[in-house]
DNA sequence: TGAATGATGCGCT
DNA sequence: GCGCATCATTCAT
């Protein structure tokens, strides 16, 4: 895919660093899907952090199940889980191996391949493609045959982007749509981005 | 413009 | 059974 020569590719040792910092550093970083029906090229605006050690809203919290094993992997997978009988969510697994931990793809910024991913949401506005973690499954065509996905591959990856965030221009905040651990500031978010969910 | 609600299936107690 | 890292729609202000 010559397409993908000018984007440099985040390399693994990225992924397997503490999850704040990865999840603090993953905002403005270009993700980009290499989908069967073309490319889709989007960054990240919004995510939340979550760990198997001290946060009982983590899936893997009670240990490793047949659902959540991607987590305890090496880093620099995709984990893909189903929710509420009809959503998926998308997680970048962090931290090394024997380590639970992952980031929740919370919202993206479209940057190219509009036209495939308004076809995956038809009748939305350009600001409600992407904008929860269930609409960028959908969006992006995510379903479970991508759990475990390898993100340092040629068909999915994040990429160091132009511009560079400072830390003044990433909020964080409390985590939405969960019940425990509610007070954990570990949602983080792109200030002033017309693209999150919740600003 | 915000609150309430139904859809819908899987994993865990 | 119950709860769930959600979303779109409906209904009330």
């Given at each position: 895919m010559e397409k993908n020569i000018k984007y440099k590719k985040l390399p693994r040792s990225w992924y397997e660093r503490p999850l704040l910092e990865v999840a603090r550093d993953s905002i403005g970083k270009l993700f980009i899907y290499n989908s069967p029906q073309g490319q889709i090229i989007t960054k990240i605006v919004e995510v939340e952090a979550y760990h198997m050690?001290?946060?009982?809203?983590?899936?893997a919290h009670r240990g490793k199940t047949s659902r959540n094993y991607v987590m305890f992997g090496e880093g620099g997978h995709l984990y893909v889980y189903f929710i509420y009988g009809m959503y998926y969510c998308m997680n970048i697994v962090v931290e090394k191996e024997g380590v639970a931990a992952a980031v929740l793809i919370r919202a993206l910024e479209p940057i190219s391949g509009l036209e495939l991913i308004r076809k995956n949401r038809p009748n939305k506005k350009d600001r409600e493609l992407l904008n929860g973690p269930g609409k960028v499954c959908s969006g992006l065509g995510?379903?479970?045959?991508?759990?475990?996905?390898?993100?340092?591959?040629?068909?999915i990856f994040l990429a160091e982007s132009k511009n560079i965030l400072t830390n003044q221009e990433i909020i964080s905040t409390t985590r939405i749509g969960?019940?425990?651990?509610?007070?954990?500031?570990w949602r983080f978010y792109e200030k002033n981005s017309i693209w999150v969910s919740k600003p």
């Open positions: 050690i001290g946060d009982p809203a983590c899936h995510i379903t479970k045959k991508h759990n475990g996905l390898d993100l340092t591959s040629e068909i969960i019940s425990q651990a509610k007070d954990l500031p």
